[in-house]
């Protein structure tokens, strides 16, 4: 091990337990979609220890990148060097204060979505079924099903670029569709502030059973996928532009476009970064080709260089 890894080490034992330090971590293991080769650290902080660990792997320039709970990622075969932080369960909590919730941003949306309607507050049903942690829901502005989480967010605590921890409101967050003002400045989310209205417990479950037997109807939730693969261009639904190229179930290796929903490129079981890309890269040249319409990837693409020919 070389001098400054060693001594990168020694203070990073000094912040964190063994246990929250994991070395060559396959990011397959951190992923919905079930690729991606090792991280050199994944580091599971929780939020107030997170400042700290953040400016350490900034003295020591190593690249770090956040992750929340994998559902919206594509990383490459090859991995990533420096540091993964990962928000999840060493980073959740929540707190309820009025129609009001504190969500730390590792918790779970299902979570959150389940403690907003046991405490009969009406507003999060949209997000309970979408498989991502409270900050990446925040960044991605995430929604369904005529929601997003641009109508219910008031505020986020975050930890900027300098290393400073702010409080932002809504206002100031640029939300819109699949874009958030963190996601343009490599910000870090800490904590969402949501406002909610009162509600009938019943009734808020019973829209969210409703959404949820949607989704088991409508989406390839059986096999590994990250939702969406493409963002819907505007006037088009990507999934249906898919189809009239006729690439229903197109493969390539183990990465499939769904035949249940040609919105999702899936896992059979043995795909890797490279085929979901290659897969990708086809179906953007066949779509621009049959109806004119650039595809622009809504999963994020980690470890590859530029835009992987997706751009
Ligand atoms: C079966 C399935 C269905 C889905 N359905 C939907 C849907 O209906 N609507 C929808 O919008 N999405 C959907 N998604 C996509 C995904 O769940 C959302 O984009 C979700 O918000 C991602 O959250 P995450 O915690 O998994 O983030 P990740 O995938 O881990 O990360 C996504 C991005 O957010 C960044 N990030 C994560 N946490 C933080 C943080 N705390 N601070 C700063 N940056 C952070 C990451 O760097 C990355 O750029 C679906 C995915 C699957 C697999």
């Known amino acids: 091990m070389d001098r400054d890894k060693k001594r990168f080490e020694q203070e990073l034992a000094a912040l964190l337990s063994e246990a929250q330090i994991k070395r060559e971590e396959p990011l ?3 992923t919905t979609f079930r690729v991606g080769g090792a991280a050199e650290y994944l580091l599971t902080p929780n939020i107030g220890q997170i400042p700290e660990v953040v400016a350490l792997c900034r003295r020591f320039r190593l690249p770090l990148v956040i992750i929340g709970n994998g559902s919206n990622l594509l990383v490459s075969d090859e991995g990533l060097r420096g540091v993964v932080l990962e928000m999840g369960k060493c980073a ?8 009001t919730l504190f969500a730390q ?3 779970l949306l299902s979570e959150t979505a389940n403690t907003a309607a046991r405490c009969g507050l009406s507003g999060m049903e949209f997000a309970a079924g979408i498989p991502g942690s409270v900050g ?3 960044v991605m502005n995430a929604g369904a099903y005529g929601g997003e989480m641009k109508d219910i967010l008031t505020g986020v605590r975050v930890l900027t ?6 409080d932002r409101k809504a206002e100031e967050l640029e939300l819109s569709y699949r874009h958030s003002r963190m996601m343009r400045e490599k910000e870090l989310v800490l904590e969402a502030v949501l406002s909610l209205g009162p509600g009938d417990e019943a009734e808020i479950r019973g829209r969210m059973e409703e959404l949820k037997e949607k989704r088991v109807a409508k989406q390839p939730l059986e096999y590994p996928s990250a939702g969406s693969t493409f963002k819907r261009p505007e006037g088009y639904f990507a999934g249906k532009l898919i189809e009239e190229a006729g690439l229903r179930g197109f493969r390539v290796g183990d990465a499939q476009v769904s035949e249940k929903h040609c919105g ?9 970064a490279a085929d979901i890309i290659e897969l990708m890269q086809q179906v953007r040249g066949r779509v621009k080709e049959m109806s004119g319409v650039e595809l622009e990837p809504e999963v994020r693409l980690l470890g590859f260089s530029g835009d992987a020919g997706l751009g």
């Open 105 to 107: 941003a590792g918790t």
């Open 264 to 272: 999702f490129v899936i896992n059979r079981g043995a795909a890797c």
């Open 92 to 99: 959740s909590g929540i707190r309820v204060e009025g129609t």
């Open 161 to 166: 670029k300098s290393g400073q921890v702010i």
């Open 28 to 30: 397959s293991r951190h």
């Open 136 to 138: 990446g829901a925040v």
